[in-house]
């Protein structure tokens, strides 16, 4: 197709106007069908919002383009369809919705795939409706409503942020949950060299209940989501659910790595947050804390923080964090990890970790620098160690 190209008349230079009129790029009607100077100059906007080169004529791509960008959410029923996926300013308008709120519709591309599908069922299935990754005029009744309460992210991160504002910096009477990973039949990685034959489930369960010791003597509620020998492997969902169903203010879950190539090392923490950006605020602190207070204090390597959409992070209703305490599979780090006076340096820096969540960011002390021993006392004086 040749281009429609400026100084163009006719029909299709009236339809494309009428798209950059309806998406505020145009101002509105006086129903020209002349490809003017301002039409150009919107082409070139639609086109640089879109990743088209930028070339000011409407060829067959940002032709197709301006033919999604007409769909407004709502006035069709959207679905996954096989093999061509339905492509639509109101498919974007969706995965916006969607991944402001929490839920992870891959990239906002415009393209109703498999992914955004199944957010939109994980939506669905949250919201109490029939979980078939259609959206449908129900579904679309139950975005529009929450639309109008819910503003700039999921609403239980505003809730969290405010309630750790409010709390106060005492740890006394707050609920933990600790999150051992693995367990029952599922061992982690597994070493079976060398004279103790840990595997990744007994080295994060113990490192839990050594965790779970110190937080307590903090005045800290603690619950473990299992025990040191499981029947079975607790899937993450319902790892979630549990701490969901506790009124848990943080979950931690423990996990080291493991990597084919026996040099990879170090410590990373995880946080909720999508590629688009999406984070749980919260969240974030709470791993940027873990993971520099595990650096400074064992000399791990510093793999840093990422974002994830896991379940585990996303389904939990508090900050929740997931650390890779070392690679198993690296001599050095199992080295390490093998011998307990570390895996107490470990927990002392979770520890300090929790309590500096519950300082206020002004208060904030240096990292390492909590004495996590003396942590009830310092609460009790009301000062914060310098
Ligand atoms: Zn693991």
């Known amino acids: 197709m040749r281009p429609i190209r400026p100084g163009d008349r006719g029909p299709a230079v009236a339809e494309i106007r009428t798209v950059l009129t309806g998406l505020d790029l145009l101002p509105a009607g006086d129903g020209g069908d002349e490809f003017d100077a301002p039409t150009e100059r919107a082409v070139r906007a639609f086109q640089q919002s879109r990743g088209l080169s930028v070339d000011?004529?409407?060829?067959?791509?940002?032709?197709?383009?301006?033919?999604?960008?007409?769909?407004?959410?709502?006035?069709?029923?959207?679905?996954?369809?096989?093999?061509?996926?339905?492509?639509?300013?109101?498919?974007?308008?969706?995965?916006?919705?969607?991944?402001?709120?929490?839920?992870?519709?891959?990239?906002?591309?415009?393209?109703?795939?498999?992914?955004?599908?199944?957010?939109?069922?994980?939506?669905?299935?949250?919201?109490?409706?029939?979980?078939?990754?259609?959206?449908?005029?129900?579904?679309?009744?139950?975005?529009?409503?929450?639309?109008?309460?819910?503003?700039?992210?999921?609403?239980?991160?505003?809730?969290?942020?405010?309630?750790?504002?409010?709390?106060?910096?005492?740890?006394?009477?707050?609920?933990?949950v600790i999150d051992p990973g693995h367990g029952g039949t599922d061992p982690g990685e597994v070493v079976p060299d060398g004279p103790l034959r840990w595997t990744e489930a007994d080295i994060v369960y113990d490192l839990a209940s050594r965790l779970e010791g110190r937080l307590a003597a903090a005045g800290v509620r603690v619950h473990l989501t299992r025990g040191p020998t499981p029947g079975a492997c607790l899937p993450d969902g319902d790892r979630a659910q549990l701490a969901n169903s506790l009124g848990a203010d943080v979950f931690i879950s423990l996990h080291t790595d493991g990597h084919a190539n026996p040099a990879a090392d170090g410590v990373a923490t995880y946080h909720y947050g999508t590629d688009n950006g999406v984070t749980s605020a919260t969240g974030e602190r709470l791993a940027g804390l873990v993971q520099r207070e595990i650096v400074a204090r064992t000399g791990l390597r510093d793999c840093r923080t990422h974002a994830k959409a896991w379940e585990l992070l996303r389904l939990t209703k508090m900050p929740a964090v997931r650390v890779e305490v070392g690679y198993l599979t690296s001599p050095a780090d199992r080295g390490r990890l093998v011998d307990p006076r570390f895996r107490d340096r470990v927990v002392e820096a979770i520890v300090a970790a929790v309590q500096r969540m519950y300082f206020p960011i002004e208060r904030d002390v240096p990292t390492g620098s909590i004495d996590v021993s003396e942590l009830r006392a310092i609460v009790a004086a009301g000062t914060v160690v310098d």
């Open 56 to 176: 000011g004529r409407v060829g067959a791509e940002t032709w197709r383009a301006l033919d999604a960008a007409r769909w407004r959410l709502g006035a069709r029923t959207l679905y996954h369809a096989v093999p061509e996926p339905l492509i639509g300013e109101d498919v974007r308008t969706l995965q916006e919705r969607l991944l402001e709120m929490g839920y992870d519709a891959g990239r906002a591309d415009a393209i109703y795939g498999i992914r955004t599908s199944r957010a939109v069922a994980q939506f669905q299935r949250e919201m109490g409706l029939k979980p078939d990754g259609t959206c449908g005029p129900h579904t679309m009744n139950t975005l529009r409503r929450l639309g109008r309460k819910v503003v700039g992210g999921r609403p239980q991160w505003l809730r969290e942020s405010d309630a750790i504002r409010q709390a106060g910096p005492t740890l006394v009477g707050r609920t933990v």
